[in-house]
């Protein structure tokens, strides 16, 4: 066995280092030159506002407002039809049951909700924050004021449901249809 003579074992491979390339310096600038501001990067601010897809967003708000009657129609047959419990209802709309104050009570209602949404896109900033807060502020008085209207609780805990419901509907399908149509424009 024979030791080497170069100080390093025979098989470990030889590093070979590179010159690195020296840099460029900068160039000088004399120092009576006028200082001149670096080019800005930045492309100019332009202003924007949101629009909404109109025709899109009605059709969208149209279908809501199917749901919500849906909705509306599906708790007087499970609650009054088969559970044999009774709505608390008040019939502005003069349709004379419950079914049908429903109907056209949900109708109603996502309309009215499509028209603020769309105008809440058009004069407010952040218009999805105002929308939740104003939709869910008013489902819980709507889901809570059947319990004023009678003695009993059983009746009017039914109908705060049905009116919870009908509320989610309307705030969750106006959001994602507002979301399908809103366009950020240039002004």
């Known amino acids: 066995m024979s030791i080497p003579t170069s100080g390093r074992p025979q098989d470990e491979p030889t590093r070979r280092y590179e010159a690195v390339p020296p840099t460029a310096a900068p160039p000088t600038v004399p120092a009576s030159a006028p200082a001149v501001a670096p080019a800005s990067t930045a492309p100019p601010r332009t202003e924007t506002r949101l629009t909404v897809e109109t025709g899109r967003f009605w059709a969208g708000a149209a279908a809501t407002a199917f749901v919500a009657a849906l909705v509306g129609v599906v708790g007087v047959i499970v609650l009054e039809r088969?559970?044999?419990?009774?709505?608390?209802?008040?019939?502005?709309?003069?349709?004379?049951?419950?079914?049908?104050?429903?109907?056209?009570?949900?109708?109603?209602?996502?309309?009215?909700?499509?028209?603020?949404?769309q105008l809440l896109v058009l004069t407010t900033p952040r218009p999805r924050a105002?929308?939740?807060?104003?939709?869910?502020?008013?489902?819980?008085?709507?889901?809570?004021?059947?319990?004023?209207?009678?003695?009993?609780?059983?009746?009017?805990?039914?109908?705060?449901?049905?009116?919870?419901?009908?509320?989610?509907?309307?705030?969750s399908l106006l959001t994602g249809v507002l979301g399908w149509t809103v366009r950020r424009v240039a002004v």
């Not at 502005?92 to 049951?97: A, E, I, N, R, V």
């Not at 104003?134 to 809570?144: D, K, M, N, Q």
């Open 130 to 171: 105002f929308f939740g807060w104003i939709l869910g502020l008013a489902t819980v008085v709507a889901t809570l004021l059947p319990l004023t209207w009678t003695d009993e609780a059983g009746s009017a805990i039914a109908t705060g449901i049905v009116n919870l419901l009908i509320g989610i509907a309307v705030w």
């Open 82 to 117: 088969i559970l044999r419990i009774e709505l608390v209802l008040r019939d502005p709309f003069g349709t004379g049951s419950a079914m049908g104050a429903y109907i056209l009570g949900g109708v109603l209602v996502a309309v009215a909700a499509a028209a603020l949404l």
